[in-house]
């Protein structure tokens, strides 16, 4: 699928989401994407959770949809695979040039090739102005993102139940005085002893 956004709706969740598969945008509809969606009526479902391919009809039809959409966003992720197969070029390289500058374009599948026809896989390029991530170890970048998210949370966390900003502790006091305790700090205390 594309998934594309607009800096209008940010920090939101994508937009707009093109995909052949029903049960992806029932679940993108989920988050509050808005589906774009081709006249042509063709299941994408395939085996294992991936899509099919398409019909040429249904292909045409999706391809002047992105160019439209590529002209309109400032963002735009593809995943597109099928099994066994080279990626499918979802994005020409005439969609890309056609982008705002400073554009993102995120291709996850650039480990098959990836569906944008000017990303170059395995690294970070820009092509007319329009940056492109095609890495092709992102499953191995997430655990050091995750990490650090978490760790950053857990020390905020600290630095909101301690008194002292320095030293993490917490200043137990004989009565709690809930109706002024941070609301962060109300919701971590599970007992009063």
């Given amino acids: ?20 598969r029903a049960a992806a945008l029932e679940q993108f509809k989920s988050l509050g994407a808005e589906p774009l969606e081709v006249d042509i009526q063709e299941s994408g ?8 391919e398409m019909s040429k009809e ?10 439209k959409q590529c002209q309109e966003v400032d963002i735009l992720i593809s995943t597109a695979l099928i099994p066994g197969r080279r990626a499918p070029i979802l994005i020409t390289k005439p969609m890309v040039e056609s982008m705002k500058d400073g554009s993102v374009v995120v291709d996850l599948a650039a480990e098959a090739g990836g569906n944008i026809e000017t990303t170059v896989p395995g690294e970070l390029s820009v092509h007319k102005g329009v940056t492109h991530i095609g890495y092709t170890d992102l499953p191995s970048r997430l655990p050091t993102q995750s990490s650090t998210l978490y760790s950053n949370n857990i020390t905020k966390l600290l630095r909101a139940i301690s008194p002292d900003k320095e030293n993490f502790h917490l ?13 962060v700090v109300r919701g971590s205390i599970v007992m009063q002893v």
Wanted: glycine share 8%; with cysteine; hydrophobic share 35%.
């Fill in 58 to 67: 249904f292909i045409e039809a999706e391809m002047k949809l992105f160019a």
């Fill in 1 to 20: 699928f594309c998934s594309f956004l607009s800096s209008n709706y940010f920090p939101r969740f994508p937009s707009s989401l093109v995909s052949s």
């Fill in 171 to 183: 200043d137990v006091k004989e009565v709690f005085d809930y109706g002024t305790m941070d609301h």
């Fill in 45 to 52: 479902e395939g085996q294992g959770g991936y899509a099919k």
